[in-house]
């Protein structure tokens, strides 16, 4: 019977050097409670010091959720895959801080799994080629990291290279639900996302390790449906009332509870706010048009999340193509931001391993990603910009076996300022940073590698679209009003090909109207 405990309990048993696993995404499913006691206990006594850190997905909102683990000395290594929306990590990473390892978000989900069976570590393709594999980076994200050992190595399997990833010894599970009967049965009825929750408690319970389970509501033994009940009492050893759910336990960063997001309830969807037609905004309709009917669709954070989602609901194709997030979300209204990853009125919500499973196997029709930089080889980062490592999250599981990839970002950053009207494009201030570099600072997407997977890749910018060919990029479209030498290619690094058909983007993009997409997509065939 697992046992009702304050927060401040769990933190006092947590000692130093123990590996901690932590299970949310954003803000959703994050142990408020038991974080907030941990960073109170580690400022007032300086215990527990020295933990590992492990945690799947990107869980902050910039200011909460393991962002109350960032403190020197208090974790000596952090093995995690996304820091984007925690600034403090990002800050000790780069400063060298802590020991810092990066994987595939999906891979970690698909670790848990493995690990949990009762196998040594996990094998898998994704990340060959990435600043992942070995022979590269191994994931190791700053100095102080490269010069230990490896947690990820090559083998090979009838002939064909896989990447191993080695098992790590949990001693504590926090992760969370939403009700618990008297004994520790747990439900999950209002979270807005399903996660990797039960492959994070059997992997913690195959080294042994302590599991904790933040509730909101405690029931009655039975009162729980056996249907409902996300974790079985057996497999929890602690339960944790959230004291200040209001702070402690809200649904995501934005909404303390909205039922239409954990899908137990049903919102009117208004039309979606677009903003103005700025450089972002006009990416993404221009992004918009690589869809077709009946394609299953993967939005990354950024521009595709917060621009293409709103988009095809506001041109009423939600029923033309299928929307997903790598939380397990299908359909409904995806929301950005530091709630990436809900959605208002979704048609199904899956656990998180068993999505990477369809991303990694079958591979979405397109993705939409953002990007940092490209260069002439085909490569893209998406993962470290200068010194900041923001991480992988899903980027390399999603891109990597997906039939098609658009990438979307602009040409320039920082100070970059566009206007359009009337069908064309002018830029107002150029931006300070070129992103068409000579090499990138590290591999998220290996072109040469897509080319020989026949993955069909391009970049779409706010004035220019690229498309990967046999020796890098090809420019094959640009938007009116632009100058092709002293607006592109003045401002890239190296020569991309001319495509001789090339042509300009539709102007429609550049008009704050409908572009139509409803009439463009064809019927989708059947599959």
Known sequence: MAQLVTAEKVANLISDGDCLLTVGMTLVGACESVLEALEERYLRTGHPNHLTLIHASGQSDRQHG???????????????????LAPKWMDMISGNQVEAYC?????????????????????????????????????????????????????????REYLWFEAVPIDWALVRG??????GNI?????????????????????????VAQVKNLVARGTIAPRQVEIPAPH?????????????HRQTSSWYMDAAFSGEGYRMLADPAVGALDARRVIGRRALLELSAGAIVNMGTGIPNDVIGPEVVREGCRDQVVLTVE???YGGMPVGGVDFGISRNPDALIEHPYQFDFYNGHGVDITFMGFGEMDA????????FGTRATGAGGFIDITQPAKKVVFCGTLTTGGLSVEAAEGRLRIVHEGRT????????????DGVRARGCHQDVLVVTERAVFHLVAGGWELTEIAPGIDLETDVLALMDFAPRVSPELKLMDAAIFRDGLLGLKDRLAVPEIR
């Open 66 to 84: 393991i962002q109350r683990l960032a403190h020197a000395g208090m974790v000596q290594r952090i093995i995690g895959s996304h820091w984007g």
């Open 236 to 248: 929890v050893h602690y339960v944790v009332q959230a004291a200040d759910p209001l702070r402690q």
């Open 377 to 384: 080889a085909g490569r893209v980062n998406a993962t470290k």
């Open 434 to 445: 070129r992103k068409c570099v000579a090499a990138v600072v590290q591999v998220s997407f």
């Open 327 to 329: 939380s397990g979300v």
């Open 178 to 183: 939403t009700t618990a009967d008297d004994v």
């Open 187 to 211: 439900s999950a009825e209002d979270e807005a996302m399903k996660l990797e929750i039960l492959p994070a408690v059997f992997a913690a319970q195959r080294y042994r390790g302590k599991v």
């Open 103 to 159: 994987f595939p978000q999906g891979q970690m989900t698909h670790w848990l799994r493995s690990v949990a069976s009762g196998l040594e570590g996990h094998l898998t393709q994704i990340g060959l080629g990435t600043f992942i594999d070995p022979r590269l980076e191994g994931g190791k994200m700053n100095d102080l990291t490269r010069g230990l050992d490896d947690l990820v190595r090559v083998v090979e399997v009838r002939g």
